[in-house]
C-alpha cells in the first residue's frame, strides 16, 4: 500500500519569505501522480500544485512551485513570498493512475505579519 | 457557483441513531469520491463511483457503513447504529473521468456523535 508523510507538524514563516514544506512517500508504481492541496481553516481544499511522475520537470504555479525526486520519492512544496492568505493546513497526496488519493498527515502553515 | 456541494454541513447525533449524508457533485464529473478526515489528520479514502457504479470500498467502510449513487448524479453516504468513532468530517469530491486528476472537494459535513 502507498504511504506518504509529512515530518512538518507545524511551520511558521513570515510574510513576504519563503518556505519549504516537506513530503517523501513510498510506492512501487512507476506512473503516478503527486499533488499538495491546501486546507485554510474552515474552509474547503483546494489543489496548489501537481507533478505528473513521468515528467522531470519540476511544476510550477506563480508562487508555489515544487522539487519532485522520484529516486528519493520526495517531494516537497516551496512557497515564495509567502502572504497571510497562505495559512492553512497543507496535504501532500499520492494518486495512482485514475485511482483515490492517499494524503499524508499535514503541515499546518503559519505566515505572520 | 457550480461547484461541490454538501449537506448538512453539520449533523450532531446520538450514539445508534443513523445518519445520511448527500453530495452533489460537479455536474458533468464521472467520478464521485467519499473520504473521511478526523480531527488533525489527513483525508482517509472510504469509496468511489465512477457515474453509478460503485468501484472500490475501502476497509475502512464496515457493514455499517453503505453509499450509493443512483442515476450517476448526487450520491449518499449513509452510517447506521453511529458510534462515538464516527465522529469525523465526511468529505465528497469529483473529478472527470480518467485522464483528468485533480479532484474537486465540497466543504464537507462534520459529524458529531454523542
Known amino acids: 500500500a502507498q504511504t506518504v508523510t509529512q515530518s512538518q507538524p507545524e511551520m511558521s514563516v513570515q510574510e513576504a519569505e519563503t518556505v519549504t514544506l516537506s513530503c517523501t512517500y513510498d510506492?512501487?508504481?512507476?506512473?503516478?501522480?503527486l499533488f499538495w492541496y491546501k486546507q485554510p481553516p474552515s474552509r474547503q481544499m483546494i489543489l496548489v500544485i501537481r507533478?505528473?511522475?513521468?515528467?522531470?520537470q519540476n511544476a510550477t504555479e506563480n508562487r508555489f512551485s515544487v522539487n519532485f525526486q522520484k529516486a528519493a520519492k520526495s517531494f516537497s512544496l516551496k512557497i515564495s513570498d509567502s502572504q497571510l492568505g497562505d495559512t492553512a493546513m497543507y496535504f501532500c497526496?499520492?494518486?495512482?493512475?485514475?485511482?483515490?488519493?492517499?494524503f499524508g498527515a499535514g503541515t499546518i502553515l503559519r505566515v505572520k505579519s | 457557483d457550480t461547484g461541490v456541494s454538501q449537506d448538512p454541513r453539520h449533523k450532531i447525533t446520538k450514539r445508534g441513531q443513523n445518519v445520511t449524508f448527500r453530495c452533489d457533485p460537479i455536474?458533468?464529473?464521472?467520478?464521485l469520491y467519499w473520504y473521511r478526515q478526523t480531527l488533525g489528520q489527513g483525508p482517509e479514502f472510504l469509496t468511489y463511483?465512477?457515474?453509478?457504479?460503485?468501484?472500490?470500498k475501502s476497509r475502512l467502510l464496515s457493514d455499517r457503513f453503505s453509499a450509493e449513487r443512483p442515476k450517476g448524479s448526487f450520491s449518499t453516504l449513509e452510517i447506521q447504529r453511529t458510534e462515538q468513532g464516527d465522529s469525523a468530517m465526511y468529505l465528497c469530491?469529483?473529478?472527470?473521468?480518467?485522464?483528468?486528476?485533480?479532484?474537486?472537494f465540497g466543504p464537507g459535513t462534520r459529524l458529531t456523535v454523542l
Open positions: 469530491a469529483s473529478s472527470l473521468e480518467l485522464g483528468h486528476y485533480e479532484q474537486f
Open positions: 510506492t512501487s508504481e512507476n506512473n503516478y501522480y
Open positions: 507533478q505528473e511522475a513521468y515528467k522531470q
Open positions: 497526496a499520492f494518486m495512482e493512475y485514475g485511482n483515490k488519493l492517499v
Open positions: 455536474s458533468e464529473h464521472n467520478r
Open positions: 463511483f465512477q457515474n453509478e457504479a460503485q468501484l472500490e
